[in-house]
């Protein structure tokens, strides 16, 4: 049920932020960099989950890095956001 669901999702946050090593700092880069990848076009996300990244500004390395690829080495269909478009939803 949901007292189950809500315990569960508490347990693999746990897991995945591991609070009793990180400080708060830590953790907030974590979710940030969570959001950032998210509101990346499919490809692009998946191309920068590929590296890994261990925090926003490698992220937006990365992306940048993508952006600056020849489109003939870019799979068909794929488009990358410029600055102006990408969708930050904060607040």
């Not at 907030?28 to 926003?56: D, H, K, N, W, Y």
Request: with cysteine; proline share 7%.
């Amino acid at each position: 049920g949901p007292g189950g669901a809500l315990s569960r999702l508490w347990e693999l946050c746990c897991r995945w932020l591991r609070p009793e090593l990180r400080t708060k700092e830590q953790i907030l880069e974590l979710l940030v960099l969570e959001q950032f990848l998210t509101v990346l076009p499919g490809e692009i996300q998946a191309r920068v989950r590929e590296q890994q990244p261990e925090s926003g500004e490698e992220a937006v390395v990365l992306v940048e890095g993508l952006q600056r690829e020849p489109r003939k080495h870019r799979q068909r269909g794929s488009e990358l956001l410029s600055d102006d478009e990408v969708p930050l939803r904060m607040g």
